[in-house]
Structure formats: C-alpha cells, structure tokens
C-alpha cells in the first residue's frame, strides 16, 4: 500500500475515535443536564463511531498493513444549549467528510483501487450522518427556548437505539 495512504487511514482510526470520544463527552453532557434522550442520541453516535474505527482497523489488518494507534485528544467537557451541541456535531461531521475526502483523494492518485472501493462506504455515510444531525440541529432551532418543544425532541431523539440517526 502506498505510504501515505496508509498513514492517513492510521490517521482516520484515531479520528474516528475522537468522533466517538467528542460525542460519548456530549452524552455525559446531556446526562447531566437533564437530558437523557439527546444522550442517548449521542451515545448511539459514539457507538456507530467506534465501529468505523473498527472498520478501517479491520481493512488495515486484512491488506497486511501495520497498525498504528494515535493519540486521542481530549474532549472539551461542557457543550452549551442542546442547539450549540448539535451544531458542533453538525461541524465535526463536516471536517470528518473532508478527511475521508482527503483519503479518497490519495487512493485515487495511487491507484490503490481497493482501498477507494473501501472508501464508497464511508462517503456514503457521511452523506446521512450530515443529513441524520442536519436535521436534528433543524429540529431543535426550530424548538429555540421552548422547554416543552425541547422536552418533546428529548424524548423523540431518545428512541434511537441503532446506528440510524
Ligand atoms: Fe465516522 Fe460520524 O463519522
């Protein structure tokens, strides 16, 4: 595999953990403020990243390339208003579209096929978890202050149990 195209999928374990990270600290978040179904909107979230983690783990392994684990940065501990967590959800899973973009970029100039047929899995999820959190931050401005509009969204985003956002 070409070296930098290995380097970047390492890189992308570690981001995806630090997705998974941000939001499990967004989970804790919601917990303690009263809001055990947008926690639980998060740590769904946390859980599907980790498991792109893994995913790209697993492909690393299965091409017979080494895997490198990096450093995870810490999680800020506080998130504001449900709106202004969402939407730094809704940014994180921008920058995260961008690397698999960058990824993608440098499998095609390798011609490493394999690794871009790989990399359809991904794109295709970025365009639904930037859909899926979109509309939740839609949801929750269109709430603004409303306590009961909030607490109805709680318990609406507190029904998911899956990877679907
Ligand atoms: Fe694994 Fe939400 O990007």
Same mark, same amino acid.
């Given at each position: 595999?070409?070296?930098?195209? =290995?380097?970047?999928?390492?890189?992308?374990? !570690?981001?995806?953990?630090?997705?998974?990270?941000? %939001?499990?600290?967004?989970? !804790? +978040?919601?917990?303690?403020?009263? %809001?055990?179904?947008?926690?639980?909107?998060?740590?769904?979230?946390?859980?599907?990243?980790?498991? +792109? $983690?893994? =995913?790209?783990?697993? %492909?690393?392994?299965? =091409?017979?390339?080494?895997?490198? #684990?990096?450093? @995870?940065?810490?999680?800020?501990?506080?998130?504001?208003?449900?709106?202004?967590?969402? &939407?730094?959800? #809704?940014?994180?899973?921008?920058?995260?579209?961008?690397? @698999?973009? =960058?990824? %993608?970029?440098? $499998?095609?100039?390798?011609?490493?096929?394999?690794?871009?047929?790989?990399?359809?899995?991904? @794109?295709?999820?970025?365009?639904?978890?930037?859909?899926?959190?979109? &509309?939740?931050?839609?949801?929750?401005?269109? $709430?603004?202050?409303? &306590?009961? $509009?909030?607490?109805? #969204?709680?318990?609406?985003?507190?029904?998911?149990?899956?990877?679907?956002?």
């Amino acid at each position: 595999m070409d070296a930098n195209v =290995r380097d970047l999928l390492n890189d992308q374990v !570690g981001n995806e953990f630090h997705a998974a990270y941000l %939001y499990l600290a967004m989970a !804790g +978040h919601f917990e303690t403020h009263g %809001y055990q179904g947008f926690a639980q909107w998060f740590r769904m979230q946390a859980r599907e990243e980790s498991g +792109h $983690a893994m =995913r790209l783990f697993d %492909y690393l392994v299965e =091409r017979g390339e080494e895997v490198e #684990l990096k450093q @995870i940065d810490q999680p800020p501990k506080s998130f504001g208003s449900p709106q202004e967590a969402f &939407r730094a959800a #809704l940014e994180h899973e921008r920058k995260v579209t961008g690397q @698999i973009n =960058r990824i %993608y970029e440098a $499998a095609s100039a390798a011609s490493d096929y394999p690794t871009q047929i790989m990399l359809q899995w991904f @794109i295709q999820e970025q365009v639904e978890e930037e859909q899926s959190t979109g &509309r939740a931050v839609e949801q929750l401005e269109m $709430a603004g202050e409303n &306590r009961a $509009a909030l607490l109805m #969204l709680d318990t609406s985003f507190g029904e998911r149990s899956s990877g679907e956002g």
